[in-house]
Each structure stands twice: as structure tokens, then as C-alpha cells.
Nanobody, 118 residues
Framework: QVPLVESGGGLVQAGGSLRLSCASS????????WGWYRQAPGKERELVAM??????SYGNPVKGRFTFSTNYGKNTVYLQMDSLKPEDTAVYYC?????????????WGQGTQVTVSS
């Protein structure tokens, strides 16, 4: 079973919106961190948004434009991206970290491409 499944990337014009989804197969109660990261060509992976023990934080470049939300009934989180800019173009990755019993896990999604045209 794939631990994380992402969807929702695509091509959009500047100023437009996209919503990414990330579904986890892990037990919700075992998750410590659930976040979104992105990596643009030639750049390091950077934090977009993260939920850690009830505390939500955003990377500075996306504050006020992106919104992280959850649907625990579906074991899914979302990243609503509004007012997109060309510099938001990147591969977006979902990440989950936690533990259950003696198992410690650190899951990454396969990545979904977001391209914003000017």
C-alpha cells in the first residue's frame, strides 16, 4: 500500500488557483507532522506548510496565499493555492512523519508538478 498519494497539480496562469490533495494510509493518531514541501529546478526543497501537534505554520513566500486544511475522516490534507505566481512553479511533495508502537515512519509522496505561467 502506497503510504501517501498526492493529486491536484497542473498548469495555471498567474493569479489563478489550484488545490492539492494528499491522502495517507497511516493511522491519524500516529501522525506527528503533516506537511507540504516544494522543490523548483536548481533549488533546494523548501517548506510550504506544516501541521505539527495542532500548530500550523507556513513558509514566508506563501503566507496569505496558501491554505492548509484537513479532512481526518478521509485521512487527507489539502493545500489550497491562490494568487499563484510564476515563482510558485515547482514539484510539490507531501510529507508525513510519526510513530506507531515501535515503528517510526517518514513518508514522502511521489510529487506533483505545479506550473504557473506568466
Amino acid at each position: 500500500q502506497v503510504p501517501l498519494v498526492e493529486s491536484g497539480g497542473g498548469l495555471v496562469q498567474a493569479g489563478g488557483s489550484l488545490r492539492l490533495s494528499c491522502a495517507s494510509s497511516r493511522s491519524i493518531v500516529s501522525i506527528v507532522d503533516w506537511g507540504w514541501y516544494r522543490q523548483a529546478p536548481g533549488k533546494e526543497r523548501e517548506l510550504v506548510a506544516m501541521l505539527t501537534r495542532g500548530h500550523l505554520s507556513y513558509g514566508n513566500p506563501v503566507k496569505g496565499r496558501f491554505t492548509f486544511s484537513t479532512n481526518y475522516g478521509k485521512n487527507t490534507v489539502y493545500l489550497q493555492m491562490d494568487s499563484l505566481k510564476p515563482e510558485d512553479t515547482a514539484v510539490y511533495y507531501c510529507h508525513v512523519r510519526g510513530s506507531l508502537g515501535t515503528e517510526v515512519y517518514d513518508d514522502w509522496g511521489q510529487g506533483t508538478q505545479v506550473t504557473v505561467s506568466s
